[in-house]
């Protein structure tokens, strides 16, 4: 008869985790991220100077911009490595790596979630063309974020007369995840968690490879009725540590926010006032078609939801989340991750799954910068390095895309001759045969086989003043100049 997951307290189970091991986290912003136990783990090092040398494996960024989430692991020694998808949310973490104290990856989030699945199988790892052509591909870096950084995790491989990118397969020897509910068996279940996230493949990958997975829960019960809503079952759960809700909110923003784990409800949006943000969203918004499927990215384009809400639209489509909520109302901010009255929550690689087959009709994303051949940078602004998370998946993917960004930064261009990174490549969108749209609140481009063209001007921009001498490159212009 096997031994059930011991129940004790964190300070033992962090005790666990052994130097040099590679720790696999999950979580998304604050959804799902066991914030007690990387605290702990932060103590642990701070007190006893160990464990030593861990590599942290995660998908999706987790942290507030501050101390939370994997800010807690930013700590010369601890980390030796950082394998990420995206860096913005810990920005600790992106000081060791830009300071070239730790190796750093910046990998796409999708291509790391599902990366865990095979790394469970003991599969040779991925093999994609998402980050084809981008600062991913080996031929332009390798995701490597600084000269510290030698290892080669992505290898440009050729099947059947094609161009694909293969991630490498890591070991991981520690997993630590959230639940709401353990029984007595160790099986977890994510009642109250706006999101499932990736916990199952970080567990079993971590115990396929001889390691062990650290849960934390809010509480134990002594069965978990329905076996279907066993996320992790408890043959692969070593530790369990209840927190009792304390470092176990829903997200960073909210203790927990009933809409976000029940379908049939009605989610009202505020009207924005007007605004270029506004102005933007509105014309975003009337590139989606009734009866598509949707994915908004983070921060400008969520202002898309807001105006379809205000006129009447929002029915009209179907919203997801990268993270794996479908329908609803795609929450904003540190609640990022989770949906309000969403119809479905899958896990996370399974909406990429669908994402890479190119489920998606349409995704309105950000950008930093766009370059003359219609390539995006989402990932750098100045010296600050945010990463790329789901954008790169999403982007290459999508049946349709619209970028949405002001058409300046303040006194900086934001449509360059040069992009800092690039994380979507025009020019393979043109050989793929996406539509491709570049919304702002002066104009609106499309990508063409000869780079970016000029469509539209917004009503009261001059041509010339507005925009032409604001940019550092000439656009192709498909407007009525008189």
Known sequence: MRSPALVTTVEQAIAAIPDGATVA?????????????????????????GPRDLTLYYCAGQGDRGDRGLNHLAHPGLLKAVIGGHWNLAPKLGTLALANQIEAWNLPQGVLCVLLREIAAKRPGVFTKVGLHTFIDPRHGGGRLNARTTRELVELVELDGEEWLRYKAVPVHVGLIRATYADA?????????????????????????????????????DQIADPKAVRVPGILVDYIVTSGGHRHDQTFAEQFNEAYVVSGGTETLAPMA???????????????????????????PETVAAVASETGRFREFTLTVESGPIGGVPASGLSFGC?????AIIDQPSQFD???????????????????????????????????????????????????????AGPHAKFVRNIKHVCFHGPSAIQRGQQVRYVT????????????????????????RDVLEQMEFAPVLAIDQS
């Open 274 to 300: 007007e605004s270029e943000r506004k102005q933007i969203g509105r014309r975003a918004l009337a590139e989606i078609r009734a009866g598509d499927i949707v994915n908004l990215g983070i921060g400008l």
């Open 339 to 343: 949906s309000a009255f969403p119809e």
């Open 354 to 408: 669908f994402y890479d087959g190119g489920g998606l009709d349409v995704a309105v994303l950000g950008a930093v910068e766009v370059d003359a051949q219609g390539s995006v940078n989402v990932a750098s602004l100045g010296e600050r390095f945010a990463g790329v998370g789901g954008f790169v998946n999403i982007a290459t993917h999508a049946r349709r895309l619209v970028f949405t960004c002001t058409f300046r």
């Open 25 to 49: 986290v999950g979580g998304f912003v604050g959804v799902g991220h066991p914030e007690m136990l990387t605290h702990a783990l932060e103590q642990r090092f701070l007190t006893t100077g």
């Open 441 to 464: 609140e002066r104009c609106v481009f499309e990508l063409a086989p000869e780079g970016l063209r000029l469509i539209e001007i917004t009503p009261g921009t001059d041509l010339q």
């Open 185 to 221: 068996q160790g099986n977890l279940s994510m009642d109250c968690e706006g999101a499932i996230g990736e916990v199952l493949p970080i567990a079993q990958a971590a115990k396929n490879h001889g390691g062990i997975v650290i849960a934390q829960v809010e509480s134990v019960v």
